[in-house]
């Protein structure tokens, strides 16, 4: 039913597209044999709940240049949360567009060793779960209490190391393609060089999309990053910069949050997705005295309140998300949204378009406004950090405008 082309699906936030992307996208090629890549990509806002460096259309281009064959957006609803959340999404996505097979990027590198941690794990969960709840009731943020309680059971020669981030992601992508009862064989491939994390360049081509942001904003131009990025990536900042009239990061919207936080009252901020146990509270006064966001961030982390789960608690109060509106969310996403294709993967798209279980978007304009109200938010968000008004309305119209783009 599903025609001659076999397709496989990665991960992606792409922000920017690299050369460490680049080698994941040939290796996964060559691993998986499949004829077409999709990747499921977080749209303007991301895992760790920050905006990312350009648009979900620019980062599709440099996607699809670099040899993705189809790019489909991850909605914000599962874009902008905890890894568990945000893996269920997009495997769901990959599975319901029909590619028959996943490939990650990991630590860790051995594909058996992340099932027999997942066999580990169901045969101690009992105890994995106590171990969690005692260290987050110490003070331990999620993903450190996660790692000390797996730690805690004592780890096998055969089990994967679950404090790297990548690591935890690919675990949780495996968890969820065994509750979806799906068939996608999964593989992984060994991250090269840069850590996930890493702040400076480490390697003469390989480095990582934070080290490249960072470099970015300090020196303001391209050129030093030039050889850690396809070329026609390092051409769409160029033109990016030169439309928009600059990239996008949290600094941008620190006045806008600035304000939401200082004049709404905290009954309100207190019905915001992920704001619990008073933290409205740290957040209004640190506000009060804050001149950046990052000095306010600095104020506001904790032990227990990391740094990527504040992003994302002030990530749902910019954007007015609140518990009632993500609770009310269906439990895998219910839409498929095409942002890009080249001509291999428009022919993969027809050949399985009438099969689809669910409605393929290839156009804001004529979806089902209520399923898509939540992306809707955050594209006219998102554009606000732009300076020039004419550059916003630019953005905010391609949201509506935009076809798939096709290379």
Known sequence: MWGLMRATGVVVEYNPFHNGHLHHLRETRSATGADIVVAVMSGHFLQRG???????WARTKMALEAGVDIVIELPYSFATQHAEIFSRGAISLLDRFGCE??????????????????????????????????????????????????QKLGNEDSVIDLSKPNNILGFHYMEARDQLSSSMKAYTITRESAGYHDEHFSSPSIASATSIRKSIFNNGEQQEIASYLPESSVEELYRYKKEYGGFHRWENYWTLLQ??????????????YEIEEGIENRMVEFAKSSLSFGEFMTKLKTKRYTWTRLQRMLLHILTDTHKQEMKSRHLYPDYIRLLGMNERGREFIHSRKKNLPL????KLSSADQQAVQLDVKAAEIYALGLKDPAARK????????QPPIMI
């Open 101 to 150: 097979s996943f490939c990650f990027g990991s630590e860790d590198g051995n594909i058996d060793a992340f099932g027999d941690t997942i066999s580990f794990i169901q045969n101690h969960q009992e105890p994995y779960n106590r171990y969690i709840k005692e260290f987050i009731q110490e003070g331990m943020s999620y993903p450190s209490a996660l790692a000390g309680a797996f």
């Open 259 to 272: 304000y939401k936080l200082l004049s709404s009252p905290k009954n309100t901020l207190k019905d915001l």
């Open 394 to 401: 630019r953005l905010l119209r391609q949201e509506w405008s």
């Open 50 to 56: 920050e905006p990312a460096l350009v648009s979900k």
């Open 359 to 362: 409605p393929l978007i290839s």
